[in-house]
């Protein structure tokens, strides 16, 4: 029977101003190897799209985009539209959505650094298939292997994270996985800017490279310890105090133990937290796992990142300069995210998502009105308006950097109670995903029929989620992970949904 019975929530009582402890190099030194997990999904994302604008990678697996590459010229849009080189690049993320509700239980029941180690073989595994692709079958195959270790990354490593973390600084600490993700992009970026002349199996290199963040996730996770929470949720309590203890730098963390005590107890009781988490108890949560992740894809970020090179060679750009330009972009997604992890813990999530709504929504109206006057069919931007869209891309992708970007993953993890927390961040990563595979599936499709209309159509999405963010989200600032139950029923809207509490 599952544990719907109960109306109480995770914690008896809030005991946040009694938490005890200081900031140890040992937990910022274990979120950091941690956190390297948010590599295998950025440099996927930044391979992807210098890859499929590679002629040698084209000739091979996909002649018939080649050739349209080379001989479209009536729609400068439409040039790069095919479905099966758009299947290339989603076909990972359909796999990392079911991986990811596959990882749950496994995170649950074994831990979160079980699902670090599985996630990190599965991609080395993908990264080795894709390196030596022969034909169309294997690079797909490959590409589901790496599918499944960004799903079990992603499950797991912001959950680690998030329970690693001292309340305090729990958001800059947890967005080390999105530093890591654009760290990753930016690398791969680089990677491809130095592989495309690498005649004729640079494109070889750029995919095969993508071992060197799985072993490093593979490697981190045997050398970590698990959290605390999941130790307690596995009954290994005495465990969990002396790594409590070691992770804070005191022995007074008697406060913050009897939470994670608390939590685990009713945990226990729930047998089908998937069956749960649809309970109006929960539906705060719910809401927050559904929405944040698919309004985070669809602010655009990711068709601009995966597609970055091709985009750029759509508006006139040469291979080189295209594929230099992704590179500038993914250097200021990398760096942007700093200014998040400076700021998080003191200005709050909710001002840092709303502010950076409003930049992301004026540069795609300043992009569409760019190409809509300025660029067509058999017409190429002047090197003056291509300067100022990269400018302006840049300046998007800066603001998605300190806003979305990392809170996107970061307010998701450390909302759900102990009960549903592996359920809620399976939901979490599967929506993420399933949006990802959407956009990327349908984006050079949409560029095509939508033309400079597709920012305008993300930049109405944008509007709807930052409206969604000022009236919906309540600031999460401070609040013990285990005591999140207790900001909900404070929320003006959320208190009149919840059940009264036993």
Same mark, same amino acid.
């Given at each position: 029977?599952?544990?719907?019975?109960?109306?109480?929530?995770?914690?008896?009582?809030?005991?946040? =101003?009694?938490?005890?402890?200081?900031? !140890?190099?040992?937990?910022?030194?274990?979120?950091?190897?941690?956190?390297?997990? #948010?590599?295998?999904?950025?440099?996927?994302?930044?391979?992807?799209?210098?890859?499929?604008?590679?002629?040698?990678?084209?000739?091979?697996?996909?002649?018939?985009?080649?050739?349209?590459?080379?001989?479209?010229?009536?729609? /400068?849009?439409?040039?790069?539209?095919?479905?099966?080189?758009?299947?290339?690049?989603?076909?990972?993320?359909?796999?990392?959505?079911?991986?990811?509700?596959?990882?749950?239980?496994?995170?649950?029941?074994? #831990?979160?650094?079980?699902?670090?180690?599985?996630?990190?073989?599965?991609?080395?595994?993908?990264?080795?298939?894709? +390196?030596?692709? +022969?034909?169309?079958?294997?690079?797909?195959?490959?590409?589901?292997?790496?599918?499944?270790?960004?799903?079990?990354?992603?499950?797991?490593?912001?959950?680690?994270?998030?329970?690693?973390?001292?309340?305090?600084?729990?958001?800059?600490?947890?967005?080390?996985?999105?530093?890591?993700?654009?760290?990753?992009?930016?690398?791969? /970026?680089?990677?491809?800017?130095?592989?495309? /002349?690498?005649?004729?199996?640079?494109?070889?290199?750029?995919?095969?490279?993508?071992?060197?963040?799985?072993?490093?996730?593979?490697?981190?996770?045997?050398?970590?310890?698990?959290?605390?929470?999941?130790?307690?949720?596995?009954?290994?309590?005495?465990?969990?105090?002396?790594?409590?203890?070691?992770?804070?730098?005191?022995?007074?963390?008697?406060?913050?133990?009897?939470?994670?005590?608390?939590?685990?107890?009713?945990?226990?009781?729930?047998?089908?937290?998937?069956?749960?988490?649809?309970?109006?108890?929960?539906?705060?949560?719910?809401?927050?796992?559904?929405?944040?992740? !698919?309004?985070?894809?669809?602010?655009?970020?990711?068709?601009?990142?995966?597609?970055?090179?091709?985009?750029?060679?759509?508006?006139?750009?040469?291979?080189?300069?295209?594929?230099?330009?992704?590179?500038?972009?993914?250097?200021?997604?990398?760096?942007?995210?700093?200014?998040?992890?400076?700021?998080?813990?003191?200005?709050?999530?909710?001002?840092?998502?709303?502010?950076?709504?409003?930049?992301?929504? !004026?540069?795609?109206?300043?992009?569409?009105?760019?190409?809509?006057?300025?660029?067509?069919?058999?017409?190429?931007?002047?090197?003056?308006?291509?300067?100022?869209?990269?400018?302006?891309?840049?300046?998007?992708?800066?603001?998605?950097?300190?806003?979305?970007?990392?809170?996107?993953?970061?307010?998701?993890?450390?909302?759900?109670?102990?009960?549903?927390?592996?359920?809620?961040?399976?939901?979490?990563?599967?929506?993420?995903?399933?949006?990802?595979?959407?956009?990327? =599936?349908?984006?050079?499709?949409?560029?095509?029929?939508?033309?400079?209309?597709?920012?305008?159509?993300?930049?109405?999405?944008?509007?709807?989620?930052?409206?969604?963010?000022?009236?919906?989200?309540?600031?999460?600032?401070?609040?013990?992970?285990?005591?999140?139950?207790?900001?909900?029923?404070?929320?003006?809207?959320?208190?009149?949904?919840?059940?009264?509490?036993?």
């Amino acid at each position: 029977m599952a544990g719907g019975s109960f109306a109480t929530d995770s914690v008896a009582k809030e005991r946040a =101003q009694q938490y005890k402890g200081r900031v !140890t190099l040992y937990v910022i030194i274990t979120c950091i190897v941690a956190a390297t997990g #948010g590599s295998l999904f950025g440099y996927d994302i930044g391979i992807s799209g210098g890859v499929t604008s590679m002629d040698d990678f084209l000739q091979k697996f996909f002649p018939d985009v080649y050739k349209q590459k080379m001989h479209a010229h009536e729609n /400068n849009y439409c040039k790069f539209n095919s479905q099966a080189l758009a299947a290339f690049t989603s076909s990972l993320y359909i796999a990392g959505l079911v991986a990811s509700l596959i990882a749950s239980p496994v995170t649950r029941k074994y #831990g979160r650094r079980m699902s670090i180690i599985c996630g990190g073989m599965s991609f080395l595994v993908g990264s080795a298939l894709n +390196a030596a692709a +022969a034909n169309l079958v294997m690079l797909i195959i490959g590409r589901i292997m790496l599918g499944v270790g960004i799903g079990f990354g992603n499950q797991a490593v912001p959950l680690y994270l998030s329970e690693m973390a001292p309340t305090h600084l729990r958001g800059g600490l947890n967005m080390m996985f999105q530093v890591a993700t654009t760290f990753g992009i930016f690398t791969a /970026n680089m990677v491809n800017y130095g592989t495309q /002349n690498i005649k004729p199996w640079g494109w070889r290199l750029s995919l095969g490279l993508a071992a060197v963040p799985a072993i490093l996730m593979t490697g981190g996770g045997i050398c970590l310890p698990d959290t605390p929470n999941s130790l307690v949720n596995r009954g290994l309590t005495e465990k969990a105090r002396k790594l409590l203890e070691k992770i804070r730098g005191t022995d007074d963390v008697d406060a913050e133990f009897q939470d994670m005590v608390d939590a685990s107890e009713l945990a226990s009781s729930i047998k089908h937290p998937f069956r749960n988490i649809l309970e109006k108890r929960y539906r705060p949560e719910l809401v927050m796992a559904i929405f944040m992740p !698919t309004f985070q894809i669809l602010t655009g970020i990711n068709s601009i990142l995966f597609y970055a090179p091709v985009l750029f060679q759509t508006m006139g750009f040469g291979r080189t300069a295209s594929l230099y330009s992704s590179a500038l972009t993914g250097g200021v997604l990398a760096s942007s995210t700093f200014i998040s992890i400076a700021t998080v813990d003191r200005l709050g999530r909710r001002p840092l998502l709303i502010s950076g709504g409003i930049q992301m929504i !004026t540069c795609q109206v300043i992009v569409a009105i760019i190409l809509g006057v300025k660029f067509g069919d058999n017409r190429e931007l002047s090197k003056g308006f291509s300067i100022l869209v990269v400018v302006v891309i840049c300046l998007f992708v800066l603001a998605f950097g300190w806003s979305w970007g990392p809170l996107g993953w970061t307010v998701p993890s450390e909302i759900f109670p102990l009960e549903i927390r592996s359920a809620g961040q399976s939901i979490t990563v599967s929506v993420n995903l399933l949006f990802t595979f959407i956009i990327a =599936q349908a984006f050079l499709s949409l560029l095509c029929s939508f033309k400079f209309g597709i920012f305008l159509f993300f930049a109405a999405w944008i509007t709807i989620m930052t409206l969604f963010v000022s009236v919906f989200l309540p600031e999460t600032k401070g609040i013990p992970i285990e005591e999140m139950t207790f900001m909900w029923r404070r929320h003006w809207f959320w208190k009149r949904v919840l059940p009264a509490a036993a």
